[in-house]
């Protein structure tokens, strides 16, 4: 069997998943759209062989137990798919930390997906892959089509899937990935979600996902950033109302999240289009045009609680190469 290596990039979420359905067959309990992001990615290898009495999973140079659990679950679904028995070994590696609230898991399980599959010799769509990707984390489904991606509800295995709404180049604006924290998470997005629907406004929340997937669908046609990034700020907030207000309650900020905030709100006033958003973490992504980038990046560079910058474009999807890492 082949050795075969994909690249993934991860992705932020406009319109989040936030709550499941069916936690086994991983569908949401509402669509999501994201862009895929430049320059946060994971490189993994995966090869099946009889020469693996074991799977051996090593992520950024280490094992770690329960991520390698994960990981294990995950070939055996591809294992299932291809009619094998073989174990396997995978490396894997992001260019920035694991669990600190930038995604890795929608990077991480898109490149396992992809690399899995192809090793194991299936030869699956870009909507099989999608959803292969989103049983092993759901945002991951939106890295597999990458660019301006929505991630189709549904209600059955092969009715929740993404796909690529845009392609990267459609509309040129700027990710900004602020580095506040990596710490680990105390709690991470499956635990988030798990809890979601304790929280006393979920079903507010929920009530009004459809409308705001029908508007941000809009703002992103015309292109109009302002809406735009009217409506990605109100949805961040609105999960972080959630986590909260969830039981037990979770806080993902840090004091330089909000220092972050703060900061968008001041540079608007004057003048410089700029919203924040964020995953089930500390780190803000914002989001600009290209003419305001160099302000906000040397506001940025003001701010004592900001770690890192991470300026990323949007970007196609998760793809193979011809580098292996082992
Ligand atoms: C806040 O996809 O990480 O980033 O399926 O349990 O792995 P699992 O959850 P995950 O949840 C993502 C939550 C989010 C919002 C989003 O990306 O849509």
Redesign the pocket.
């Known amino acids: 069997m082949k050795k075969a290596t994909s690249f993934s990039p991860t992705n932020i ?1 406009f319109i ?3 709550g499941k359905g069916d936690p086994e067959l ?1 569908l949401p309990n509402n669509g ?1 759209l ?1 862009v895929s992001l430049s320059n946060l990615h994971t490189t993994t290898t995966v090869e099946f062989s009889d020469k693996y009495k074991e799977d051996e999973i090593v992520i950024n140079d280490t094992q770690d137990l329960v991520e390698s659990e994960r990981a294990i679950v995950h070939l055996d679904k591809i294992r299932k798919m291809a009619g094998i028995n073989t174990k396997a070994k995978v490396v894997s590696r992001n260019n920035f930390p694991t669990a600190s609230g930038l ?1 890795s ?2 990077s991480g399980f898109s490149a396992l997906s992809l690399a899995g599959a192809s090793a194991a010799g299936l030869n699956l769509s870009e909507k099989e892959l999608s959803v292969l990707a989103r049983l092993g ?4 489904s939106r890295s597999i089509p990458g660019g301006f991606a929505e991630w189709l509800k549904g209600d059955s295995n092969d009715t929740s899937y993404a796909y690529q709404l845009y392609p990267p180049e459609y509309w040129d604006i700027k990710a900004i990935a602020v580095i506040i924290n990596m710490d680990k998470k105390e709690v991470g ?2 635990g988030g ?1 798990k809890i979601a629907d304790t929280s006393p406004y979920y079903q507010v929340r929920q009530s009004r996902m459809e409308e705001k997937i029908r508007n941000i669908k809009e703002v992103m046609e015309k292109k109009d950033f302002q809406r735009f990034g009217e409506i990605v700020e109100e949805e961040a907030i609105d ?1 972080h109302l959630i986590a909260l207000s969830s039981n037990p309650s979770i806080i993902y900020w840090e004091p330089g999240t909000i220092s972050v905030m703060k900061m968008c709100r001041r540079l608007r006033k004057e003048g410089v289009l700029v919203y924040f958003t964020y ?2 973490g500390p780190q803000p992504v914002l989001f600009c045009q290209p003419k305001d980038l160099d302000r906000i990046i040397s506001e940025l560079k003001e701010l004592t609680l900001v770690k890192e910058s991470i300026v990323n474009d949007p970007v196609g999807g998760a793809h193979l190469i011809d580098e292996h890492l082992f």
């Open positions: 979420a989040k998943f936030w991983n999501s994201s995604a898991s929608a984390s759901g945002s991951a997005s499956t979600h999960l995953d089930a």
